[in-house]
C-alpha cells in the first residue's frame, strides 16, 4: 500500500475515534457541565463574596444541566472509562431515589437563591453535596 494511502486510512481512523464517544465520557462530560455552576456556587458560599445576581445565574444554570446526565445511562453502557456501577440497572428504584433526591435539593436551592439568607442558601447547597455523595457512595466505583 502507498505510504499516502496508508497516512490517509490512519488520519480517518483517529477522526472517527475522537468523534464517536462512548457512554462513559458522555456522562462525565454532562456531570462536568453541572459542577461548572455547582463548583462556583461553593466558592462563593465558603469564601465569598456573595454576589446575589451571579449565585442566581450559576443557580439557573445548575437546574438546567441537573437532570440531563440521568438520560444517558441506559442498559448495557459501561465501558473503559465509565465508573457507573451494575448496581445503577439491578437497583432502578433506588437509584431514581437518589435521583430525585439530587434534583429536588437542586430545584430548592435555585428557588432559594432569589429569597433566602446566606445561612439558609447555605443550608440548601449542603444538601446537594449530601445527595452526590449520598449516590456516588452507592452507585459509583472507583476511578478507572
Ligand atoms: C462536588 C463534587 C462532588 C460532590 C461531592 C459532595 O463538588 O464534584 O462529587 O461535590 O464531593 O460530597
Known sequence: MKKSTT????ALALLCSSAIAGPGEDRQKSFKKVLLSFEPIGVMLRDGP???DQ????ADA???????????FKPNSIDDISRAKAEIWSQP????AEQDKFLAA???L????RSDDLAAVRIKYT?????CKSCHDSFRGPKK
Open 93 to 96: 428504584a433506588k437509584f431514581k
Open 110 to 113: 435555585q428557588a432559594g437563591a
Open 127 to 131: 444538601a446537594v453535596t449530601q445527595s
Open 106 to 108: 437542586v430545584n430548592a
Open 50 to 52: 456573595f454576589r446575589q
Open 7 to 10: 497516512a490517509l486510512i490512519l
Open 62 to 72: 445548575l437546574k438546567a444541566a441537573a437532570p440531563v446526565p440521568f438520560t444517558l
Open 55 to 58: 449565585f442566581i445565574k450559576h
